[in-house]
Structures are given as structure tokens and as C-alpha cells.
């Protein structure tokens, strides 16, 4: 009888390793080239071949397809590519990660030692963030061939065990049995590069045929599915339809190949003499072959997602459009571009307080999630702009200049505060819906009279911001003083209403809070009427 003890350390001891490895590995990468990645996955997806190759690129690069993914998702959740685009670069990934197995089926775990200790050496030693980082993918390699040498060793002892035998045989002769295996352990693991490293440890002791190694090295691609599918969940609805589509892919691709399992192995036998090298070009054969085959039919893919998930997507008008970093050597430019970004951002906030009370009146809790999303998009364009702004005062700028960049400041933060009054009517909607909270039809009049009053004297703000017209500025200021006045007196009302029983309790936190958000929005479109009318 084995000793399952060391085996079970040695086994899950080398694993750590291995993905601790990888891990280090991707992130020493990450932060040396992450946001070129990013870019690229952007620009260069205007075609199904570029895409694909972007996929699988940047996925051999960060060494990791779950990396890839997730990126993805949140690139499709700010709109910047679309579930057309993002499909491709998906099969790319999947062709990149098979970089990974064909890395370590290399038999260099000799060499795992020094290659750490010149990695901590680096990592230590250098001050330059862009040094800091290559040790810590030196680091990382030497990690993930300890790992792969630690995993090996600890299986030695198995070789012995013909029940372990017999059970590991069977992956081979039943290949649907090793395709589910593959899978499921890949998606506990949520790496099929722990898979793949697994595998190959198996095979290099003589645990593993080649049947049972390409059946499991089939199931880690479905397996590896779960990440996309775990970083869609809370997002959009397109970041769910590529989820799904990455499914729907890799299970096809599976299908394909359990099909002509046979022919397929007789095939890799051929590329290599050696076993681990026969699973690495397996697995890159499988997904290259998938990703060839499938690629023409995108549209199809997308066709097929959108039946299963049929809705219509929430599209904002978010990211840059007119900040460019080329301009700030001239100020006067700059500062008209960024004139021009602060009113889109005033529109988006003036769409979102308006979204807001769509969703307080009809109870309409999608519109509620349009809002969060639009308040999102509001904060990014403050942000953006806040910093192009703070570049451009450290610049020469002329006397009107100072008191523009100063004005914009100003009126962008109350914008941005308006948006937030906007997200918190959205979060009182939530609540009145969902505990179906009642209003009297007076404070609902009374409520609908403050926005409407509210929301003018912000849409009058913004367009004092293009008119720089005083008389306008002076309606806002006129409107903030009578919303003052109608607050106060709504309040009084309100509480006339609880005293004679006329008003649900429940709705008293709701109405208050009500009326303090519409009461603030004219406060800040008086702020951003002053700036405007005195600053520009």
C-alpha cells in the first residue's frame, strides 16, 4: 500500500508552486507592458484575424487566458469593443495560453534553483521599477519549473500502485470520462495552465498515456470557461453574451474532437518523441484547429448568444472624446477642449438626474442600473478632466486663462455631485420598489413640481455655460431661491400628512431624502451658473 501522505504534499506542494509561478510570472508582466496590452486589444480589433491574434498575443504574453478575458469584459463593459470584436480575440486566447504547456513540457527543473535565486536577486537588488519587474518574471519561471519538478517527484511513488494505475488508465480508454475530469478540476483550479502542468507531471512519471492526457488536456478548456463566466456575472448583458459565446465554443470544439479522438491522438503521436512534448503540441493543436474552423462563423455566434440572451443592452456615452495630452503645449486649445468635454459631461449628468426620476415615478428598476452605469461614466469624464486641467495650470496661462481653468474646475465638481444626487434618487427608487412604498398623490405632485423645477434650473446652468449669458444665470439663481422655499414648505406639508394619518410612514425617510437630493442639484446648478456667468 502507498503512502498517500508525501505524495498528497509533494502533489499539492508542487502545484502551489506552479501557480504561484504563474501568477508572479503574469503580474511581473502585467506591470511591464499592461496598458500597451490593453491598447492593443482596443485598436487592432477591426478585423477577425487581427482579433484572434491580438487574443492570443497578449495571451501568451501575460500568460494567462483568464487575464485576457476579464480584461475583455471590462473593456466591453465601458464600450469599447463589441461581443463581434470580442468573440475573435476570445479563440486567441485560447490559442495563447497553450504557450504555457509548450514552456514547461521543456524538462529544465535542474535549472529551477538558479533561475529563482537570479530572479530574487534582481527583484532585491534593482531600483528601477522596469528591472524590479524582470526579476519577478525570472522569479516566476524559476517558481513554475520548481513547482513542475516538486510535482513530478511527489508522483514517483504511484508508479507502483495499480489501483492508481488502473484509475489513470481508465481516463484513456474512456475519453469521456478524462474530458469531464479535465474540466471539472480546471474549473476548481480556474487555470488550465495548472492543468496542463498536472498533466505533463503525470505523463513525465509514467502515469499517463497519451489518451488520458489529451482527454484531460480536452476538459481544461471547458473548465477554464468558468472564469469569464464568474467576471460576467453583475456585468453587462454583451459581457454575459461572450461568456457564454466562450462556452458554447470550447464545448463545440470538445464535441469536434471527441469525435475523432482516434485519428487526433495517431496525429500528435507524430509530432514528438517524447510524451510531454506530444500533450504540449496536443493541446495547441486542438486549439488552433478549433479557432480555424470556427472563426468564420462569428456571426453565427452571435446570432446565437443574443437568442439565448435576448435584451437590449445598455448603451452609455462614456470614456474621452476630446482631451488630447498634445494640446497642453498650447493652452488656449486645450482649454477649448476641455470646455468641450466638461459639457458632455454636463448632458450625461443632465440625462442621468432625468433617468433618475423615470425610475423614482414608474418603479422601473432597469432604469435604475442605466443610472449607476451613466453616474459611472460622469466620474470617469471628472476624473479625466480634473487631470487634464491640473497639466494645463502648469503651464504659462494668461490671466483669462487662470480664471476659465478655474471656472471649469468648479462647475465639473458640480456636476459630478449632481450626478450623484441623480444615483441617489436612483438607490430611494430601489428602495420604494422594492418595499413597495406608497406616496399620497400630493407628495407625489409635490415631488414631481420640485424636479421639474430642479431639473430646469440645472438644464438652464448648462446652457449658461455655452451662452455665458448673465440673465440666464440670474433665472438659476431666481429657481435655487424658490426651490428653497418649496422644500421647506413641502416639508411642512409632509408632516401635516403624518400627524392626520394621510401619509404612509414608510414613505416619510423616502420623501425627505427626496427632496434634500432635488434641493442640492439647484445648489449646484446655482454654483455652475456663477462659474460659468463670472469665470468665462
Not at 38 to 64: D, F, H, M, P, Y
Not at 103 to 130: E, M, N, Q, Y
Not at 203 to 211: P, T, V
Not at 458 to 480: D, G, T
Amino acid at each position: 500500500m502507498v503512502d498517500l501522505v508525501p505524495i498528497i504534499f509533494g502533489v499539492v506542494g508542487g502545484l502551489a508552486l506552479f501557480l504561484y509561478g504563474i501568477t508572479l510570472l503574469s503580474n511581473g508582466l502585467q506591470k511591464a507592458a499592461g496598458e500597451r496590452l490593453r491598447g492593443l486589444i482596443e485598436k487592432l480589433t477591426n478585423n477577425r484575424l487581427k482579433a484572434v491574434g491580438v487574443g492570443a498575443v497578449v495571451t501568451a504574453i501575460v500568460q494567462s487566458s483568464s487575464i485576457t478575458t476579464v480584461t475583455l469584459v471590462g473593456l466591453i463593459n465601458a464600450g469599447l469593443i463589441s461581443l463581434t470584436q470580442a468573440i475573435p480575440i476570445i479563440m486567441g486566447a485560447n490559442i495563447g495560453t497553450t504557450v504555457t504547456a509548450q514552456l514547461i513540457a521543456f524538462k529544465l527543473g535542474g535549472f529551477a534553483l538558479p533561475i529563482i535565486a537570479i530572479g530574487f536577486l534582481i527583484t532585491t537588488i534593482a531600483k528601477k521599477p522596469s528591472y524590479k519587474y524582470l526579476g519577478q518574471i525570472i522569479l516566476g519561471f524559476g517558481l513554475l519549473f520548481l513547482g513542475m519538478s516538486t510535482m513530478s517527484s511527489g508522483m514517483k511513488p504511484l508508479r507502483s500502485d495499480p489501483m492508481m494505475l488502473d484509475f489513470l488508465q481508465s481516463l484513456g480508454a474512456v475519453p469521456l470520462f478524462g474530458i469531464a475530469a479535465g474540466a471539472i478540476f480546471t474549473a476548481i483550479l480556474q487555470s488550465s495552465s495548472a492543468t496542463s502542468g498536472l498533466v505533463i507531471a503525470m505523463a513525465s512519471e509514467q502515469l499517463l498515456d497519451l489518451n488520458g492526457a489529451v482527454a484531460l488536456i480536452i476538459g481544461a478548456n471547458i473548465g477554464t470557461c468558468i472564469t469569464i463566466l464568474f467576471a460576467s456575472f453583475g456585468a453587462s448583458l454583451t459581457s454575459k453574451r461572450a461568456a457564454l459565446s466562450h462556452i458554447i465554443f470550447n464545448i463545440l470544439g470538445a464535441a469536434i474532437f471527441f469525435a475523432v479522438f482516434a485519428p487526433f491522438v495517431s496525429l500528435v503521436s507524430l509530432t514528438a518523441t517524447e510524451l510531454p512534448r506530444q500533450i504540449a503540441n496536443a493541446h495547441m493543436i486542438f486549439n488552433i484547429s478549433a479557432t480555424v474552423l470556427m472563426v468564420p462563423f462569428v456571426g453565427l455566434f452571435v446570432k446565437a448568444v443574443t437568442t439565448i440572451l435576448p435584451g437590449k443592452e445598455i448603451r452609455i456615452d462614456s470614456g474621452i472624446r476630446f482631451l488630447d495630452k498634445r494640446t497642453l503645449n498650447t493652452p488656449a486649445i486645450a482649454l477649448g477642449q476641455a470646455e468641450k468635454e466638461a459639457k458632455r459631461m454636463g448632458k450625461l449628468a443632465l440625462s442621468t438626474l432625468e433617468d433618475s426620476f423615470v425610475a423614482f415615478k414608474n418603479n422601473d428598476l432597469r432604469m435604475v442600473k442605466v443610472v449607476e452605469k451613466k453616474e459611472d461614466a460622469v466620474d470617469e469624464l471628472d476624473n479625466a478632466i480634473e487631470a487634464f486641467l491640473t497639466k494645463v495650470t502648469q503651464k504659462e496661462l494668461s490671466r483669462e486663462q487662470s480664471k476659465k481653468t478655474s471656472a471649469l474646475v468648479h462647475s465639473i465638481s458640480d456636476m459630478e455631485r449632481i450626478s450623484d444626487h441623480a444615483n441617489n434618487i436612483g438607490e430611494l427608487s430601489e428602495l420604494k420598489t422594492c418595499e413597495k412604498i406608497v406616496f399620497s398623490k400630493q407628495a407625489m405632485c409635490e415631488l414631481e413640481e420640485l424636479f421639474a423645477k430642479s431639473f430646469d434650473s440645472y438644464r438652464k446652468a448648462l446652457s449658461v455655460m455655452v451662452s455665458k449669458n448673465p440673465h440666464v444665470a440670474e433665472q438659476v439663481f431666481a429657481l435655487e431661491r424658490e426651490i428653497d422655499g418649496l422644500t421647506a414648505q413641502f416639508e411642512q406639508n409632509h408632516f401635516d400628512r403624518l400627524k392626520n394619518s394621510k401619509c404612509d410612514p414608510k414613505a416619510s425617510v423616502v420623501f425627505a431624502e427626496m427632496l434634500r437630493n432635488l434641493e442640492r442639484i439647484s445648489d449646484h446648478a446655482h454654483n455652475i451658473a456663477m462659474a460659468s456667468s463670472q469665470g468665462f
